[in-house]
């Protein structure tokens, strides 16, 4: 059940010159909240920007009940949620999505992110972690510039792979080949991933030549978040090429089977 | 009132109580389920959304069995948005709903985004008049025409829907819009044009509400980028006699409750006891 609240920023970190980490006060979200969920943001309580804004979770602390968000300034919106200062409140409806990243009953997962796609990895990972998992986590970047968040996700991973499109730090070339490799040894118990469009279909492909579950958090425009506008589509894998059926990424998602979705 | 925009209703019923609403009127839903159109869909607008969603819905049938007792919990009125794309197919959904617990129906002669069917209806005299006259004859239930602003002359199509026996006009659907990705250079939407909605029409909506109060006697339900209670009281003061929000949904959830309290603080602090005195006296 979401929750719409004024949640104050408490702390507020800049991870590039546009990547932002910001850290609220929000008990009655974080409570509800588990690893793949979305939140929607309303920047200003004037008319523009008009919608809200789509972020993912990071990170939940339950204990304090702050839940910790990264974003990448894209549009006027995010520019917007960047300008925010410490102490100032932030309009969020939160948890969203009924389909979240599922963990229980494993024992060895690979986790794939890609760019800014890493962010609603992180919570899962920690999960699982601590749940007893073993962790092996591969992020990819363009280069050694975009290269963030390395030490988090160390410390809740047992295996770090990082690859830069340019070789440019640590492993060269995608993040995706690595996985590659490291399957041929040992295969895990399911794969998550979140990127771009690009990595998600390789991954997907990668995941079911070696029968592989894989779940994938998807992304498409909202209007709502909320399952009412029906704006976000996504196409079910058993449709018909002639009839195409939908999945919605705000309510189905925005975490598939990699199996039930076309993208 | 909701419209469209709400759903089936129970995305909101995580935040309000949906009794407080005068009515709910349901998005669009046909005779068959529709799939709705491909992805793209929606994308934002200067005050406002482009939507080009199709009329995605799960039919009357799964409507009728699943999402009407959900809506009969809660102490409001029940409208159903009637889409078609014959005059056949709005009739034979029509005499469906004629047989359900629900309060009345709407008959959606407006989307843009379909490629048969409703606009080819909505934007003249003749289709508007043919059409709701013969769900007119099947259709004991209230009975209002909700209308396409894509028109040149909004007073003559309304004057349609009176002289064809309905109960009440509603107005107004999107205005057909267009944005374009310079960087991809191609349209964002998947369906090229969508429906524009949001605070970005609702001047184009008071006039046409005005336009229609002037030729109509029958009661017309005012909407277009309504989010607070001053936007509602335009409308009234146009010629609406009840107003609804759609677009206003999506960007804060309890947008219907503050309006209906921003309606009630007008009222007291312009000393109007009855809502009734200010329905177009512009």
Do not use: W
Request: charged share 25%; aromatic share 8%.
């Amino acid at each position: 059940m979401a929750k719409q609240m004024q949640a104050k920023l408490l702390e507020k970190i800049q991870l590039t010159k546009d990547i932002y980490h910001f850290k609220v006060q929000a008990k009655e979200i974080v409570e509800k909240s588990k690893p793949g969920n979305f939140i929607e943001i309303r920047v200003s309580d004037q008319t523009e920007p008009f919608l809200r804004r789509p972020i993912s979770i990071y990170n939940l602390d339950k204990e304090n009940g702050i839940l910790e968000f990264i974003f990448q300034v894209k549009g006027n919106g995010t520019k917007i949620l960047a300008r925010k200062e410490v102490g100032q409140e932030i309009d969020i409806i939160g948890p969203l999505g009924f389909g979240t990243f599922k963990y229980d009953g494993n024992k060895d997962i690979a986790i794939i992110g890609g760019g800014i796609g890493i962010f609603p990895l992180y919570e899962l990972a920690k999960q699982a972690k601590e749940s007893g998992i073993k962790v092996n986590t591969y992020l990819g970047f363009r280069n050694r510039e975009n290269v963030i968040l390395e030490s988090e996700f160390k410390n809740i991973s047992d295996n770090l792979t990082i690859a830069t499109d340019d070789g440019s730090y640590k492993e060269n070339g995608f993040a995706i080949n690595y996985l590659k490799r490291d399957i041929q040894n040992s295969k895990p118990d399911c794969i998550y991933a979140c990127g771009p469009i690009q990595m998600l279909r390789a991954v997907k492909q990668l995941a079911e030549e070696n029968n592989i579950p894989c779940q994938v958090s998807l992304e498409e425009k909202m209007g709502c978040g909320l399952g009412a506008c029906l704006g976000c589509a996504v196409k079910t894998a058993k449709s018909p090429k002639e009839a195409p059926e939908y999945f919605h990424v705000c309510k189905g998602g925005p975490v598939f089977n990699s199996k039930d979705v076309e993208f | 009132m909701h419209h469209g925009t709400f759903g089936y209703g129970r995305e909101y019923s995580d935040f309000f109580d949906l009794s407080r609403l005068g009515a709910i009127i349901t998005k669009g839903t046909s005779l068959k389920p529709k799939n709705g159109n491909k992805p793209s869909r929606v994308c934002e607008t200067p005050s406002g959304m482009l939507n080009s969603i199709g009329l995605q819905n799960p039919g009357v049938e799964y409507f009728a069995e699943n999402d009407l007792p959900f809506l009969r919990k809660y102490d409001t009125k029940v409208i159903v948005n009637a889409c078609g794309s014959s005059i056949e197919e709005y009739v034979e959904l029509c005499k469906i709903l004629n047989t359900l617990d629900i309060d009345g129906v709407e008959l959606n002669l407006s989307c843009p985004n379909v490629k048969e069917g409703c606009m080819a209806f909505g934007n003249t005299y003749e289709g508007v008049k043919k059409v709701t006259t013969e769900v007119r004859k099947v259709l004991d239930k209230p009975l209002i025409v909700k209308l396409t602003p894509n028109v040149t002359n909004i007073a003559e199509i309304a004057k349609a829907v009176e002289d064809a026996g309905a109960d009440g006009v509603s107005l107004i659907n999107t205005l057909l819009g267009m944005k374009i990705d310079i960087y991809k250079k191609a349209p964002v939407l998947a369906n090229i044009t969508g429906g524009l909605s949001g605070p970005a029409i609702r001047p184009v909506a008071v006039r046409m509400v005005y336009q229609v109060a002037k030729v109509v006697k029958i009661p017309i339900l005012g909407m277009g980028g309504i989010i607070s209670g001053e936007d509602a009281i335009e409308f009234m003061l146009a010629g609406a006699t009840a107003i609804s929000i759609g677009a206003g949904n999506f960007i804060d959830p309890y947008t219907s409750i503050k309006t209906i309290d921003g309606i009630e603080d007008y009222m007291r602090k312009e000393n109007i006891d009855d809502i009734n005195e200010i329905i177009g006296i512009v």
